[in-house]
């Protein structure tokens, strides 16, 4: 019997909140009506369309778990972006952003197959881990979890207050601060290297999963370095992101 597989189609979903997270990112909180669920990991494209019909496309992950009935989104502004700065600085409640999805199945992570999970993240690309931090909190799991976030200073930290409620004795959240340090900083405070993942990650033999999400070189030295230390490349799943107009 043939697959039927289902096409992905375009659907308005309404921003119902916005809130702001950073000095540079933002929040978006949407009702999508003909939302189908997505998983922890998934992302979603979204379209806008100039006056003149110009399109342009951008990928955002879902930073909401699946138990939320909301859809939220976190965007980045970047100066010179096409799509950013309009969902940054333009987007009201009530309005209306065209998007497709939920996209994705390799990076994602359901409760049930379990851990330990070793989470890595670069500044925006926090928004699918926390996805599966609270899915995780969501679905009553005690799933061990260990998260490294890089972020160029403390007051970038994306859910920064939020990881901070969540953290118990099987939630761990290690930061590493690459550009700049509150005074009295104790912490990381360079990129992630080999050397801090031979300190923070599980050990190779406790066949963590771990899942590495941000900019193209943050992940390409992170996965790298985890199969260097040992860590099976079948357990290593990445997502990245580079310079797309924003």
């Known amino acids: 019997m043939a697959r039927t597989v289902r096409r992905l189609t375009w659907q308005i979903g309404e921003v119902v909140e916005t809130s702001p997270q950073t000095p540079r990112t933002k929040s978006l909180f949407l009702e999508v009506p003909e939302w189908r669920g997505h998983r922890a990991g998934q992302h979603v494209d979204v379209r806008l369309t100039a006056e003149d019909g110009y399109r342009a496309e951008r990928s ?19 100066d010179d972006g096409e799509v950013s700065p309009y969902l940054a600085d333009e987007l009201r409640d009530g309005d209306g952003l065209e998007l497709r999805g ?17 989470l890595i993240a670069g500044g925006s690309g926090i928004a699918p881990l926390m996805a599966m931090v609270r899915h995780r909190k969501a679905a009553g799991s005690d799933t061990p979890v260990r998260l490294l976030y890089s972020s160029r200073s403390y007051v970038e930290i994306i859910f920064r207050q939020e990881l901070e409620t969540l953290v118990d004795d099987t939630l761990e959240v290690i930061h590493t601060l690459t550009r ?5 900083w104790s912490g990381y405070d360079r990129r ?3 050397e801090m993942l031979r300190e923070v990650a599980y050990p190779p033999e406790e066949r963590p999963l771990a899942f590495v999400c941000g900019p193209t070189p943050l992940v390409e030295t992170v996965a790298t370095a985890l199969v260097h230390l040992g860590h099976d490349p079948a357990r290593v799943k990445t997502e990245r992101f580079g310079p797309t107009g924003g």
Not at 180 to 184: A, D, E, I, L, Y
């Open 192 to 194: 992630i290297d080999e």
């Open 102 to 118: 939920p996209i994705g199945g390799w990076f994602a992570w359901d409760a049930e197959e379990g851990g330990p999970l070793l």
């Open 60 to 78: 955002y992950s879902i930073a909401s778990a699946p138990e939320n009935g909301r859809v939220e989104l976190v965007v980045e502004r970047l």
């Open 180 to 184: 700049s340090r509150p005074q009295g």
